[in-house]
């Protein structure tokens, strides 16, 4: 089977992609850092021949760079597309994707609970230059139906930011192809490993790879894979002008993350959805929010990542909750090694532009963790330790340590663990 072949174990077929590099420079077994602005030529019939489009060949890196390049191919062959661009952040290449195909008077067709600064491009950059977003959940067959007429881009990210909903791709992509509409993915929580948008008939395929693709917290990346066609002209037409080119460094850094893509995901996988059907029998615990949780994956979608999120009930000190956890730390972004807590009550209290934590309806109670490659057992003692230290103690329970006071008795039993 080729690398890129479609129907094998998808572990065995990204491992395949990611593990190798054949005929680098000098035998290297890793691509070399190619740290250079410029590419010098050895002849004008050279130069000539690059620039009318003879021969292609790096000339400036702002345009091609040899090690970002490799990068480039080895999504491209992960997402089961002919070519992918990688950008300087996965807004850099969510705005190029978007700006490739859209003009003004036009509309794009969104899913709702969208990542938050896509959403604000929508409502504010792309509003000015005279292009409107209509936001739905694709789950809505009528909706949908009424809106894609007339549309030039289909928008979509599943699993979406915070409520972890999942779509089925192959039919929205069917159904946008139909009514001639560019149907845009963010894949970045999925990855490539378990999810191929463009192969489900999805037209680009964009990327944070800030996050499981470098899945270090080292880079802030981007890339959009596609047909040669597509990607050809947002590397003609787009990246050029706006220059949010990615750095040789950080290609190279992200080529080292992806070698471990498959096993990263296999382990985020399976320590999330443990700690979320604990979380889920847990007293403390209203409800949660995983692709996988006492539901099915939909058609396409083959796992899920470390990312899920849920909601705590009235009796939670949510601040207390985020603050006690020891492995899980408060910061935003995730797909890294390290386990991470953001809650709601943070992106609701955010200024600055539209919030579509408020327009969206994210829960307030809700807080977004993902789990990291500490292991299941450490991460689980933390959530359960800090769950029950941040729990406001019934009435029954205060009476109770008010009387053991009185008794000269310490009222300690609410504590775990060894370091209270
Ligand atoms: C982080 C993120 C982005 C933005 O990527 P940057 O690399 O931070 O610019 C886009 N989409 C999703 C789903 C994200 O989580």
């Known amino acids: 089977m080729s690398a890129n072949g479609h129907g094998a174990d998808p572990f065995a077929r990204a491992a395949a992609i990611v593990a190798h590099d054949a005929d680098l420079v000098g035998d290297a077994v890793v691509p070399p850092i190619v740290q250079t602005s410029l590419f010098t030529f050895a002849s004008v019939a050279e130069m000539t021949a690059t620039f009318a489009g003879e021969t292609a060949r790096p000339v400036y890196s702002r345009g091609l760079n040899p090690t970002v390049r490799a990068f480039e191919e080895k999504v491209a062959a992960l997402e ?64 949908l139906a009424a809106s894609l007429p007339g549309a030039a881009v289909l928008y979509l990210e599943s699993p979406n930011s915070w409520m972890m909903e999942a ?13 001639g509409v560019v149907t845009i993915v963010d894949n970045s929580c999925a990855t490539p490993l378990f999810q191929q948008p463009h192969r489900l008939g999805c037209d680009l395929v964009v990327h944070s790879a800030s996050k499981y693709l470098g899945g270090h917290s080292d880079t802030v990346a ?14 003609d037409e787009v990246l050029p002008y706006l220059g949010s080119k990615l750095s040789a460094f950080e290609a190279w850094l992200l080529l080292r993350g992806l070698r471990t893509l498959p096993q990263r995901m296999a382990a985020h996988q399976a320590t999330a959805l443990t700690l979320a ?24 979608l083959a796992g899920t990542s470390g990312l899920f999120s849920a909601e705590l009930s009235e009796a939670v000190d ?27 009550l943070v992106t609701h209290a955010q200024a600055g532009g539209p919030n ?65």
Do not use: N
Not at 277 to 300: Q, T
């Open 80 to 143: 089961c597309a002919e070519d992918a661009l990688a950008f300087a952040s996965g807004m850099a290449a969510i705005s190029s994707a978007v700006l490739g195909f859209v003009k003004p008077g036009d509309r794009i067709v969104s899913v709702t609970h969208v990542y938050p600064d896509a959403f604000r491009l929508f409502e504010t950059m792309l509003k000015r230059f005279g292009v409107a977003t209509q936001y739905l959940d694709p789950a809505d067959d009528e909706a």
């Open 167 to 179: 779509h089925a791709l192959a039919p929205l992509a069917a159904l946008a192809k139909r009514h």
């Open 222 to 235: 981007g890339v959009v894979a596609g047909s040669a066609t597509q990607i050809g002209r947002l590397r």
């Open 277 to 300: 059907e604990r979380l889920a029998e847990h007293p403390a615990v209203s409800a949660v929010h995983h692709p996988e949780l006492r539901r099915s994956l939909p058609p396409g």
């Open 318 to 344: 949510i601040a207390g909750f985020c603050e006690g956890l020891k492995l899980f730390r408060l910061g935003v972004s995730w797909g890294g090694h390290e386990s991470l807590v953001v809650p709601a």
């Open 356 to 420: 579509p934590a408020r327009v969206f309806g994210v829960p307030r109670r809700m807080v977004r963790l993902h789990a990291g490659l500490e292991g299941v057992e450490l991460l689980w003692s933390d959530l359960a330790r800090s769950l029950e230290r941040s729990t406001r103690r019934t009435q029954h329970d205060a009476e109770d340590d008010i009387a053991h006071r009185r008794a000269g008795r310490g009222a300690d039993r609410h504590r775990i663990g060894t370091d209270a």
